[in-house]
C-alpha cells in the first residue's frame, strides 16, 4: 500500500512517533521493570517481594489509574505513583517511589534502536525539521538522538495525548508550517495516522510487521516497511 503518487514538496516538517518506530518499546520496558525491582530488592525489600506478586502489581496500577483519572497521559507519573503505592502497602517508606523511579527511568531511556533508525534520521534531519511525539516518556537527550530533533512534544508535558489535534497542531506551531506540510511518521494506525489525518496532516505508517491496514481507518498517505524506505521515498 505504499504510495509513490504524493507530492513530497508538500513537506516541510515531520513529526516522529518514538516507541516501536525507532525502537522496540517492550524489551525496553522489561529491563527497565528488572532494573527497578533489583533496586527494590536492595532498598525496599518487603516491596520486591511484594512487587513480585503479579496479582499485587496489577492492583497497585489498577488503583493509582482510579485515583489519577487527570493523568492517564503521564506515564511517569503512574509508574512513580504505582511504585509508592506498592512501598505503602509493604510498609517501606513510601518516599523511596522517587529514587525508585529514577533508576526506572534512567534504564527506561536505554533503547536498542532498530538497524535503519539512525541512517534515515540522519538523511531525512538534514532536509527536514523533526520534532519527537510520543505518548510514552521516552527522552531523545537522554537516548542520544537530540541532534536530530527540532523539537519533542510528549503527552506528559502537553497535557494531552495523540489522537488529541491539539497536540498535532503544536507541532505544525513549533516548526511554524501550515498542518497540511507536516508529515506525521508512526507505528499506530489509530494514534499516529488516524489521529494526524483527522488532525489535518499527513500521515506515513510504519508497518515493520507487515500487518494488514484496518480497513475502517482512513488510508495512511504513505506505508512503508521502514525507516529506511521513509527515507529513499522523501529524498527521491
Avoid: C
Avoid at 86 to 92: I, R, Y
Avoid at 191 to 200: I, P, T
Amino acid at each position: 500500500m505504499t504510495r509513490l503518487s504524493f507530492d513530497t514538496r508538500s513537506i516541510r516538517a515531520i513529526s516522529l512517533d518514538l516507541d516501536d518506530t525507532l525502537w522496540p518499546v517492550v524489551p525496553t520496558i522489561v529491563r527497565a521493570e528488572e532494573q527497578l525491582r533489583r533496586w527494590l530488592a536492595l532498598h525496599a525489600p518487603a516491596t520486591a517481594t511484594l512487587a513480585g506478586q503479579g496479582s499485587a502489581s496489577k492492583a497497585a496500577r489498577e488503583a493509582v489509574l482510579a485515583r489519577y483519572p487527570d493523568k492517564l497521559h503521564d506515564f511517569s507519573h503512574l509508574r512513580r505513583e504505582s511504585i509508592r503505592h506498592l512501598l505503602t502497602l509493604a510498609g517501606d517508606d513510601p518516599a523511596l517511589a522517587e529514587p525508585a523511579f529514577d533508576e526506572f527511568f534512567a534504564w527506561r531511556q536505554k533503547v536498542d534502536l532498530y538497524p535503519d533508525a539512525l541512517p534515515a534520521l540522519q538523511l531525512l534531519a538534514a532536509k527536514y525539521p523533526i520534532v519527537a511525539l510520543t505518548n510514552g516518556n521516552a527522552d531523545v537527550a537522554r537516548v542520544g538522538l537530540s541532534p536530530y530533533f527540532a523539537g519533542a512534544i510528549s503527552a506528559r508535558q502537553f497535557g494531552m495525548a495523540k489522537p488529541a489535534p491539539a497536540i498535532y497542531a503544536a507541532v505544525a506551531e513549533h516548526v511554524g508550517v501550515p498542518m497540511e506540510a507536516v508529515l506525521h511518521v508512526g507505528d499506530d494506525p489509530e494514534l499516529d495516522v488516524a489521529g494526524a489525518l483527522a488532525a489535518g496532516q499527513q500521515a506515513a505508517w510504519v508497518n515493520r510487521e507487515a500487518r494488514d491496514w484496518p480497513m475502517q481507518l482512513a488510508t495512511p498517505t504513505l506505508q512503508v516497511r521502514d525507516m529506511t524506505e521513509l527515507a529513499r521515498l522523501l529524498l527521491a
